[in-house]
């Protein structure tokens, strides 16, 4: 692999379903970095794909009538399915595999016999909760409510079989040592930190085949047996590249990736298991695993039972692909849940595109039209005002991609936005419209003009990763191609040829009438009973503070419990709280600043000594339930809640 090679994967989607806006986030976020490397030179390779085996699928397939084969050959090529979900998104990939691909399956035998033959692969028997949506075994510890799966909440099963299992727990310290040698391996931190903790927690020996049902790819010391569906689709990342093929350039060429972004639900396989995978095979580990955060919709997880699932295909017919690709890239935060509402979505398409970004190239093209011929014309008269447009025009670029870099997507784009909102104000404050209205103030007006233009150069320039339609669209209007563009070339500046003729044409981003949304008919609230009043004397005996989480952690063999770590103004403190249900991981509370009732006293539970409360809200019956937080950076650990 070379320096100027970027090898960038999504996870290959199951296809039990159809695809909600949420999947697509990852695929968006793979196409936008990649073409961001491109537009900086550098030789780029995209994958994505579907991973097709299972008993899921099987299943599905049994209760559909047809074949398992004919059931994912629907989901993935057929109306509405994958490859035109993607097709609609412009996602550019290089390649989509598919798990029932030959070359694959040759690919997953040859990884399994490698090590087997190494004594790392082993036969024995296996009983354990199993859950068949996420093909996945679980332990009891690892179980909510005692038979629930931690990832998908759904009721997992009794399963006892004869297996095949990889020796994982022979390479827990290898891992955990290059995990802590390379912090940028597993990104954000976040994730980092709960993958380190589940190390330490121990690795056992994971079951990597099935002998209950055969929809799958045969182990190839015994066919009796299918090879655990994990293994099967991890192992796409290198055999989409030639591994141990006659045709390896792709793989000598790219491999170890460069990054494999992936949702936070999977990030424990793709951490873990494909690493010690990797380990037991001698193939260099990929760069970093980014395990970004959900899509969430009205506050919640999508899904089909909850009613809440966004059709992508609607949402890009209704407001256009660049802006489903702008919310997205825009409003979910970089490695954290985000929420989808048309409410939220709106507000920013009117704010960002169609005020700020859309009425920039309007206002500049009419003006160009209309006081200069539709002629962009030379600058002639600068003035100090102009420099600190150029500063500003002339460093964005650097400062979009050191996020970009570091797949801080939002922040690039707020970035770039900073040199937009720039532009604006530009013009409020050197008013064409009163220079036009004197010859005298001809040669400022000139300048002015082509200043504007050529802000809206670089500023589309920069946006082409994110919003692959645009470009074409502002081309036709503003007279210069930009379909080609570097991210070098909006790093220079005055590099719209003057004597360019515009054309006015149609808003790119049309306002939308927030009136025009049909919101769910909201369930009548039912009256809210308070308790006995208290005097004031009574509320002042209550120490609430914030505090901020420095550790979070399951409590052993207790399905609902927390344990928190806390620092409430330089004292440390352990909380114990039952909330374990609403946050399956915990290691995303760590650095969040909760509020909590300090001076509750102490007392223990399950043998750990609690000192505290954390105070949260809820619903009556508990269905839902979240932790009081404090977002403000100026607001102190200890600070008094009052």
């Not at 299943?59 to 050959?73: F, H, M, N, S």
Request: with cysteine; charged share 25%.
């Amino acid at each position: 692999m070379s320096d100027n090679t970027f090898y960038v994967t999504t996870p290959i989607y199951y296809p039990s379903a159809k695809l909600h806006i949420g999947n697509a986030y990852s695929t968006v976020l793979a196409d936008t970095i990649t073409r961001y490397k491109k537009m900086r030179g550098f030789d780029t390779y995209f994958l994505t794909g579907s991973d097709e085996h299972g008993q899921k699928i099987e299943r599905a397939a049994e209760k559909a009538g047809v074949t398992p084969k004919q059931y994912v050959d629907n989901i993935v090529e057929g109306e509405g399915g994958f490859k035109p979900l993607w097709k609609a998104l412009m996602i550019d990939y290089d390649k989509f595999i598919r798990t029932t691909d030959d070359y694959h399956v040759k690919a997953v035998q040859k990884l399994f016999t490698k090590i087997y033959e190494k004594g790392d692969i082993y036969k024995s028997s296996y009983s354990g909760h199993y859950c068949t949506s996420c093909e996945t075994f679980f332990t009891d510890l690892q179980l909510v409510d005692g038979d629930h799966c931690p990832d998908c909440g759904k009721k997992t099963e009794i399963l006892s079989e004869e297996s095949y299992f990889f020796k994982m727990s022979n390479y827990q310290d290898q891992l955990l040592q290059y995990i802590e040698d390379h912090p940028s391996f597993i990104q954000p931190e976040s994730r980092r930190n709960e993958m380190i903790n589940f190390i330490k927690g121990g690795l056992d020996d994971l079951c990597i085949s099935r002998s209950t049902f055969n929809w799958g790819i045969p182990v190839p010391v015994d066919e009796k047996h299918v090879i655990y569906v994990w293994f099967d689709a991890l192992s796409n990342y290198i055999s989409a590249l030639g591994w141990s093929s006659d045709d390896h350039e792709l793989f000598d060429k790219f491999w170890p990736a460069d990054v494999h972004i992936v949702g936070k639900d999977i990030a424990r396989f793709h951490a873990i298991i494909w690493p010690t995978i990797l380990l037991a095979a001698d193939i260099p580990l990929p760069k970093q695993i980014y395990g970004h955060g959900w899509v969430l919709s009205n506050g919640g997880k999508m899904s089909k039972s909850k009613g809440n699932v966004v059709n992508p295909f609607e949402l890009i017919d209704k407001y256009g692909v660049d802006a489903v690709r702008y919310y997205l890239l825009r409003d979910i935060p970089s490695g954290q849940d985000g929420n989808y509402t048309e409410e939220l979505f709106i507000t920013r398409y009117n704010v960002d595109l169609a005020n700020d970004y859309g009425n920039l190239v309007s206002r500049t093209i009419s003006m160009i039209d209309k006081y200069n011929g539709g002629i962009i014309p030379a600058p002639e008269q600068e003035e100090r005002i102009d420099e600190d447009l150029v500063r500003l025009a002339t460093t964005t670029p650097a400062h979009a991609a050191k996020e970009l870099d570091k797949l801080n997507f939002p922040g690039a784009l707020e970035q770039i936005f900073a040199l937009v909102g720039r532009a604006n104000k530009y013009i409020d404050e050197t008013t064409p419209w009163v220079l036009a209205k004197d010859d005298k103030y001809r040669p400022r007006l000139m300048s002015v003009l082509y200043n504007l233009a050529e802000c809206i150069r670089i500023v589309t320039i920069l946006l082409k990763p994110f919003m692959p339609a645009l470009a074409p669209r502002v081309s036709a209007q503003l007279g210069v191609d930009l379909t080609n563009a570097t991210w070098a070339d909006a790093t220079t500046w005055a590099m719209t040829p003057a004597g360019t003729k515009v054309s006015k044409g149609d808003a790119l981003f049309p306002r939308v009438d927030p009136a025009s949304i049909e919101l769910p008919v909201e369930e009548e609230v039912p009256a809210v009973t308070f308790k006995d009043e208290i005097s004031f004397d009574d509320f002042s005996k209550l120490d609430i503070r914030v505090a901020v989480v420095k550790d979070c952690q399951p409590v052993a063999k207790a399905d609902k419990l927390l344990q928190f770590t806390l620092d409430i103004g330089g004292e440390e403190r352990t909380v114990v709280s039952g909330i374990r249900k609403f946050y399956s991981e915990p290691a995303d509370m760590i650095g969040k600043k909760l509020v909590v009732l300090a001076n509750l006293a102490p007392k223990k539970i399950r043998g750990i000594k609690s000192h505290g409360m954390i105070l949260t809200a809820a619903t009556d019956d508990d269905s839902a339930l979240e932790v009081l937080q404090v977002a403000s950076n100026a607001i102190p650990s200890g600070a008094t809640i009052s």
